[in-house]
C-alpha cells in the first residue's frame, strides 16, 4: 500500500464470521487507534451509487442489482457460494477499490498506530502480509461463531455454516497469527486483551 499505511505501526485485525472483530477494533479505537474497516469500506463501495456499482453490473447483470442500485447481498452471497469463480470475479472489482480507500482514509484518520480491520485477510495473506507489520486474530469456537451469527443475523444455521466453511480454517488464521485474542464472550476478558495489545502496539510503534 502508500507511504501512509507506512509511517504507523499497522496491525492487520482479522477472525472468522462472528468472532468478535468489530468489539475489538472499537476497544482498540477507544484506546487512541485509527481504525479503518475493509468490510465497511466495501459495504459503501456496493451502496447505491457506490464506486463497485456499474462494474458489478456490468460484470454480473443487473439481477445482482437492487431497484434501488445498490448489490443485491442476497443474490451475490448465493451465486459465489455456489460458483466459487464468481467469488473471485467480484474480489478482482472490490479489492483494488478497497485498496484505494483504506490508502485515501490512512491519510486523514488519526490514531496512534493504524488498525485494519479484514474479514478475510488470511484467505489473502500473500496480499496482505507485506502490507501490515502484524496480524492479530480474534478466536473463538466455531459453535460459538455458528451461535452469533444465528442470533445476529436469523440466517439458518446450514447457511451460516456454509459461510464458516468458505473461510480459512481456524487453524490456519491461529497459524497465520502475530498475536492472538481469545473471544469466548467475556467483555471483561476481551477488555483486558484489548489492554494489552494497546500497550504492546504503542511501545512498537515508539520503538520504530
Same mark, same amino acid.
Given at each position: 500500500?502508500?507511504e501512509?499505511l507506512?509511517?504507523?505501526?499497522?496491525v492487520g485485525?482479522? #477472525? +472468522?464470521? +462472528?468472532s468478535g472483530?468489530?468489539?475489538?477494533?472499537a476497544?482498540? !479505537?477507544g484506546? #487512541?487507534?485509527a481504525?479503518? @474497516?475493509? @468490510? !465497511?469500506?466495501?459495504?459503501e463501495?456496493?451502496a447505491?451509487g %457506490?464506486?463497485?456499482? /456499474? &462494474?458489478?453490473?456490468?460484470?454480473f447483470g443487473? *439481477?445482482?442489482? $437492487?431497484?434501488? +442500485?445498490? =448489490?443485491?447481498r442476497?443474490?451475490?452471497?448465493a451465486?459465489v457460494? &455456489?460458483?466459487?469463480?464468481?467469488r &473471485?470475479r467480484? /474480489?478482482a472489482?472490490l479489492?483494488?477499490?478497497? +485498496?484505494?480507500? =483504506?490508502?485515501?482514509?490512512?491519510?486523514? $484518520?488519526?490514531?496512534?498506530?493504524?488498525?485494519?480491520v479484514?474479514?478475510l485477510?488470511v484467505e489473502?495473506?500473500?496480499?496482505?502480509?507485506? /502490507?501490515?507489520?502484524?496480524i492479530?486474530?480474534?478466536?473463538?469456537? /466455531?459453535?460459538?461463531?455458528l451461535?452469533?451469527v444465528v442470533?445476529?443475523? #436469523?440466517?439458518?444455521?446450514?447457511?451460516?455454516?456454509v459461510?464458516?466453511? *468458505?473461510?480459512?480454517?481456524?487453524?490456519?488464521r491461529?497459524?497465520?497469527?502475530?498475536?492472538?485474542?481469545?473471544n %469466548?464472550g467475556d467483555l471483561?476478558?476481551?477488555?483486558r486483551q484489548a @489492554?494489552?495489545?494497546h500497550?504492546?502496539?504503542l511501545?512498537?510503534?515508539? *520503538?520504530?
Amino acid at each position: 500500500m502508500a507511504e501512509a499505511l507506512r509511517r504507523r505501526l499497522r496491525v492487520g485485525l482479522t #477472525g +472468522g464470521i +462472528g468472532s468478535g472483530k468489530s468489539a475489538l477494533a472499537a476497544m482498540l !479505537a477507544g484506546q #487512541g487507534a485509527a481504525v479503518l @474497516d475493509a @468490510d !465497511a469500506l466495501a459495504h459503501e463501495l456496493t451502496a447505491p451509487g %457506490g464506486a463497485a456499482i /456499474e &462494474a458489478i453490473r456490468a460484470a454480473f447483470g443487473d *439481477a445482482m442489482i $437492487t431497484p434501488a +442500485g445498490a =448489490l443485491d447481498r442476497d443474490a451475490m452471497r448465493a451465486l459465489v457460494f &455456489a460458483q466459487p469463480a464468481q467469488r &473471485a470475479r467480484l /474480489e478482482a472489482i472490490l479489492h483494488p477499490l478497497i +485498496g484505494q480507500a =483504506l490508502r485515501e482514509r490512512a491519510l486523514s $484518520t488519526p490514531g496512534a498506530y493504524l488498525v485494519l480491520v479484514v474479514p478475510l485477510l488470511v484467505e489473502s495473506l500473500a496480499r496482505w502480509r507485506a /502490507e501490515v507489520d502484524r496480524i492479530a486474530v480474534v478466536d473463538c469456537p /466455531e459453535a460459538l461463531q455458528l451461535q452469533r451469527v444465528v442470533a445476529r443475523s #436469523g440466517l439458518p444455521d446450514a447457511q451460516v455454516r456454509v459461510i464458516i466453511a *468458505a473461510q480459512a480454517t481456524r487453524a490456519a488464521r491461529l497459524a497465520a497469527a502475530d498475536d492472538v485474542v481469545d473471544n %469466548g464472550g467475556d467483555l471483561v476478558a476481551l477488555q483486558r486483551q484489548a @489492554d494489552a495489545l494497546h500497550r504492546r502496539y504503542l511501545a512498537a510503534t515508539h *520503538a520504530a
